[in-house]
């Protein structure tokens, strides 16, 4: 009896659940979230679902859990009390975390067209101001699957007498990580006009 007196009245049992699991689980989660942003971003999980698919979430959460879980361990989370004050900083840090993630892999892993944009036909890029721009291309047409390359047709106010190619361009690839590089022999002479 004098043992719970000294204690305050708590007996053993009654100790003070610890925030460590809960912020390894958000940790943890955080990590699946990220992989499964990136393998989905990179068309991993739909061309190689056994590398991009639930198994590489797992090992990324169970990764992200035990990294938090030691770490926490270190700095003695593991007997602080469970309190809304850390448990809001995982929170926003997982967040931030998935949302810096997500906005990394877009600019590594664009579109065909975000890419053209981007390399070439963007404001301050070769082609900007000209018929195979942004503002001015008419059409642009991808290709079947598998095929890799996009068309880019001239549009805008065209002077008459001068006869505007079709660009050509391999490596559009969704998600893909490879710049744009001319598809042919025209392609490449076009580009180069432009000191593309």
């Given at each position: 009896?004098?043992?719970?007196?000294?204690?305050?009245g708590r007996l053993p049992s009654e100790a003070v659940p610890s925030g460590l699991p809960l912020i390894a689980s958000i940790c943890g989660t955080a990590c699946a979230a990220a992989?499964?942003?990136?393998t989905v971003k990179g068309?991993?999980?739909f061309e190689h679902p056994v590398l991009g698919g639930v198994f590489t979430w797992a090992v990324a959460g169970g990764v992200g859990f035990a990294a938090a879980w030691f770490f926490g361990r270190w700095r003695g989370l593991h007997r602080r009390p469970?309190?809304?004050?850390?448990?809001v900083v995982a929170l926003v840090l997982a967040v931030t975390g998935v949302w810096c993630v997500q906005t990394a892999a877009s600019h590594v892993y664009m579109s065909p067209w975000a890419r053209y944009v981007a390399e070439l036909a963007g404001p301050g890029q070769c082609l900007a101001e000209t018929p195979y721009g942004t503002k001015s291309a008419s059409v642009v047409s991808m290709a079947a699957?598998?095929?890799?390359?996009m068309e880019v047709w001239p549009g805008g106010p065209l002077p008459k007498g001068r006869t505007y190619p079709v660009l050509r361009l391999s490596n559009a690839v969704l998600?893909?990580?490879h710049p744009l590089a001319p598809a042919n022999e025209e392609s490449r002479i076009l580009l180069s006009s432009y000191g593309c």
């Amino acid at each position: 009896m004098a043992d719970v007196a000294t204690s305050g009245g708590r007996l053993p049992s009654e100790a003070v659940p610890s925030g460590l699991p809960l912020i390894a689980s958000i940790c943890g989660t955080a990590c699946a979230a990220a992989a499964i942003v990136v393998t989905v971003k990179g068309r991993f999980f739909f061309e190689h679902p056994v590398l991009g698919g639930v198994f590489t979430w797992a090992v990324a959460g169970g990764v992200g859990f035990a990294a938090a879980w030691f770490f926490g361990r270190w700095r003695g989370l593991h007997r602080r009390p469970l309190t809304r004050g850390p448990i809001v900083v995982a929170l926003v840090l997982a967040v931030t975390g998935v949302w810096c993630v997500q906005t990394a892999a877009s600019h590594v892993y664009m579109s065909p067209w975000a890419r053209y944009v981007a390399e070439l036909a963007g404001p301050g890029q070769c082609l900007a101001e000209t018929p195979y721009g942004t503002k001015s291309a008419s059409v642009v047409s991808m290709a079947a699957k598998g095929d890799h390359r996009m068309e880019v047709w001239p549009g805008g106010p065209l002077p008459k007498g001068r006869t505007y190619p079709v660009l050509r361009l391999s490596n559009a690839v969704l998600g893909g990580t490879h710049p744009l590089a001319p598809a042919n022999e025209e392609s490449r002479i076009l580009l180069s006009s432009y000191g593309c």
